[in-house]
């Protein structure tokens, strides 16, 4: 009887035991920690092209790949880290930056896209941001041979170069595209061609006029012979002439 008594007595304090225990680890896990940082996540935008005969079509990017996402507080800059365009940050408000411009890749490489928005990070929450990164901040270049039909009917295209002052790109037909960042002083061109044979024209050695260039814009040159005087040469930028010369 008495060993039985002990035995019941044994198991009651065990469970007490295990029910203490118990409770302890419930106290433990409620304890939280306080949350100080939040996540913001940079979700796909879009992007427009170069606006030609006022179309502007937009399309999604599809990763963030070749652009670069910064972030500052006040003039400080902020070392985060994105993972797919996710980073944790400590609660705050910061302004945001991305854009495709580097040291290899410059406005006069291609298209230069970039946004910027301030964002304002809850702790223990996640922002969503969209970036409208719009129409490009540079501008494109073409020369139109489609367009200059007559003109290559008499002339060989040997170069047409374009300077901003610091860069000059040379158009011709294997390379009929440039880029350039956009200044208030406008592009000078110059135009070399060779008369051909039996074309009665003369040869053109280093015809000179300006461009106006504008961001977000392709602008396309055309090359076209004066309909009464086949030496007078008409350079066509949109659907304006900037000039004539000989």
Request: proline share 4%; aromatic share 6%; with cysteine.
């Amino acid at each position: 009887m008495q060993l039985r008594t002990n035995i019941i007595r044994n198991i009651l304090v065990l469970a007490l035991v295990i029910g203490a225990c118990t409770s302890c680890d419930n106290d433990f896990m409620q304890v939280e920690a306080p949350k100080t940082t939040g996540v913001l996540r940079l979700q796909m935008s879009s992007n427009q092209h170069y606006i030609d005969i006022e179309t502007r079509a937009s399309e999604p990017l599809a990763n963030w790949d070749g652009y670069t996402i910064t972030l500052k507080q006040g003039d400080k800059d902020v070392d985060a880290t994105f993972n797919n365009g996710v980073a944790i940050l400590e609660a705050g408000t910061y302004t945001l930056s991305v854009t495709n411009e580097s040291e290899q890749y410059t406005a006069y490489s291609g298209p230069i896209y970039s946004g910027s928005t301030d964002v304002t990070i809850e702790a223990g929450e996640q922002k969503d941001v969209t970036l409208d990164l719009g129409k490009p901040k540079n501008a494109k270049v073409t020369l139109s041979l489609s367009e200059s039909e007559d003109f290559l009917a008499k002339y060989d295209l040997s170069s047409m170069t374009l300077t901003d002052g610091s860069v000059t790109s040379s158009l011709t037909p294997s390379n009929t595209t440039a880029y350039f960042p956009v200044t208030e002083i406008p592009l000078t061109y110059t135009l070399v061609a060779n008369a051909k044979a039996e074309s009665y024209v003369q040869d053109i050695t280093s015809a000179t006029g300006t461009i106006t260039i504008s961001a977000g814009t392709h602008t396309p040159i055309t090359l076209k012979i004066n309909p009464i005087d086949p030496n007078l040469i008409i350079i066509g930028t949109d659907t304006e002439y900037d000039g004539e010369f000989q």
